[in-house]
């Protein structure tokens, strides 16, 4: 699909469409960047989109050269953090296309997100067109080998320059992109939290708003003091029943079924990765229970045998398996990763899917 016309090089003309306004980089500096050793989240591409919202409305989006952006001391999101953001990737396929995942799904979670924090929804189709918009302009930057993929932020803040806690009357919806590598390129090892909390019924653990991972840097930064990557949450009412990890929702393996906690409570974010891993499952005729998980029930588990898999999934991370899981002085350890078949078949065949090497049966694909 064209949404945008391409910017000529060197021209700086903008150029407008009915969607975006478009003002082109002088030059790129795709040239300038090392695609084999990309720091996640370090590196920027050339352009980022930025639209405003006042009056009670969305204004016409802008694509303009990445950069900074200045701030008002008094902007309300630096002091109440009314902030929300989303997190995708775009692959390139085997043919040389732009592919992106289920990008009606981000939308959906972000006009979730915005609703929880008393934000303005922004509607989905304009969500997905300004991503596509955007991309269509930085193609370059979505890189060409297998592994790689170009990393989609979009977020929204609040920009009201005034001290006062109230809902901002003013925001800006922005989209900045960023080259990666792999996430995490081996097992990771998980500390089961039974101390702090990431969220409590009632509270905006459902939502991707800004503040939930900062609350969540102190108790992982302890853990990571023990030698953990990352927590595997509990609930804030007993610490009993396991949630998700980090920045991804976790999965069990026991006795072939797959196992992973309700997303019914408004704790746990709904993934998008879990989602389609377990629709993925259960099209190839697997059990899968979605249902409280005690970690007593984790514990006995790996305990009798019969715990075959565990493994945490989201869009930075895709599927990744968790080697060791700490709880209280104890370390568990999962079976060696060569063993867990079917989490194994369903990473690559999720990455099949997002780099065009299986047929899209599900439709869940847009090409740009
Ligand atoms: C983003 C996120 C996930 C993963 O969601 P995906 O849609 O699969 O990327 C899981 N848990 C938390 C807390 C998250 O922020």
Known sequence: ??????APQNSKMPLTTNKFDINPVESSRINSVDF??????????????IMDYKNDEWQQGRIVPFGSITMHPATSVIHYGQSIFEGMKANKTIDGEV????????AK???????????????????????????DVDRNWVPNNEVSSLYIRPFMFATDPLVGIKPSSTYSFMIITSPVGAYYSHPVRVKIEESFTRAAVGGVGRAKAAGNYAAALYPSKLAQEEGFHQLLWTDAVEHKYIEESGTMNVVFQIDGKLVSPSEESDTILRGITKRSVLEIAKSWGVEVEERPVLISEIIAASNNGSLQDAFGVGTAATLT????????????????IK??????????????????KTEDTFAWCHRV
Do not use: W
């Open 1 to 6: 699909m064209i949404l945008c016309i391409f």
């Open 36 to 49: 084999d050793n990309l720091v996640f989240g370090k590196t920027f591409s050339d352009h980022m989109l």
């Open 321 to 336: 398996h968790i080697g060791e899981i700490g709880y209280r002085d104890q370390l568990f350890t999962l079976p060696e």
């Open 99 to 106: 592919n992106l995942f289920r990008p009606e799904m981000n």
């Open 339 to 356: 063993t867990r078949e079917l989490s194994n078949k369903l990473k690559a065949y999720l990455n099949d899917l997002k780099l065009g």
């Open 109 to 135: 979670r972000f006009a979730l997100s915005a609703k929880r924090m008393c934000m303005p929804a922004l509607p989905e189709n304009i969500f997905v067109d300004s991503i596509k918009a955007l991309l």
